[in-house]
């Protein structure tokens, strides 16, 4: 079945610091990929996503390539704030383009300190 | 606030015992989603409805779970004779029908802990 392996955590950085979290897919046929973030006491939401290979999905700073021939999308940004701290999961459509069923990978915490 | 709700945000339970968590979506949302996550785990998906009709289950949903939308507003997620394993966070997500890739709200959970 459809499975998404990230990054374990937690990780920790300094303001400013340069991020990447890596994600790994497998997956039957071309499915959209997608980056859930979960700031504190907040429900999970969508921050960005990529519906077919080589898009580039952006938001707030972060971004992620659909890369098909590594199966992966690994989220990046070029400096963080202490505002990023938060939970990220990378995540695929396994109901193939119907958008009703998502797997998810495990989570990873970020810590950003001042 | 108009998004996705879920009550009660903490239920401390019994093994043995039966929970009942409900979530308010969106209004005017027609897609219903329940997933779970357990401790250290990534959300699974359990089953969601489209307006009232429940269209899928996952096979973790076993026989002591069940779900409704009675009329394609808010769900009720029934947990009947509950077990340890069943403690997790159990999410409720809302989306329109014609929603983009992934656009999915989430509520902030109700969080079961079976003693």
């Known amino acids: 079945g459809d499975s998404v392996t990230q990054m374990e955590g937690p990780v920790t950085l300094s303001e400013e610091a340069f991020l990447t979290i890596n994600c790994t897919y497998t997956a039957t046929g071309y499915p959209s990929l997608f980056w859930y973030v979960q700031y504190p006491g907040e429900g999970l939401q969508l921050l960005l996503k990529a519906t077919k290979a080589d898009d580039k999905g952006s938001n707030k700073g972060f971004e992620a390539t659909y890369r098909k021939e590594t199966t992966s999308f690994h989220l990046e940004k070029g400096s963080v704030q202490v505002s990023d701290s938060a939970v990220y999961f990378c995540a695929l459509d396994s109901s193939g383009g119907s958008n009703y069923k998502l797997t998810f990978g495990k989570g990873t915490l970020l810590t950003v300190n001042p | 606030d108009t998004g996705v709700s879920q009550d009660p945000r903490h239920k401390i339970t019994k093994r043995g015992q039966n929970v009942t968590f409900r979530c308010d979506p969106i209004s005017e949302h027609n897609r219903l989603y329940w997933y779970r996550q357990t401790l250290g785990q990534g959300p699974e998906f359990l089953t969601y409805f489209q307006n009232e009709a429940q269209l899928e289950k996952s096979r973790l949903l076993s026989d002591r779970f069940s779900a409704e939308r009675p009329k394609g507003s808010f769900s009720t997620l029934e947990i009947q004779r509950t077990e340890q394993g069943d403690s997790a966070m159990y999410l409720c997500?809302?989306?329109?029908?014609?929603?983009?890739?992934?656009?999915?709200?989430f509520g902030e959970g109700s969080r079961l802990t079976v003693l």
């Open positions: 997500a809302s989306s329109f029908l014609t929603g983009g890739p992934g656009e999915l709200f």
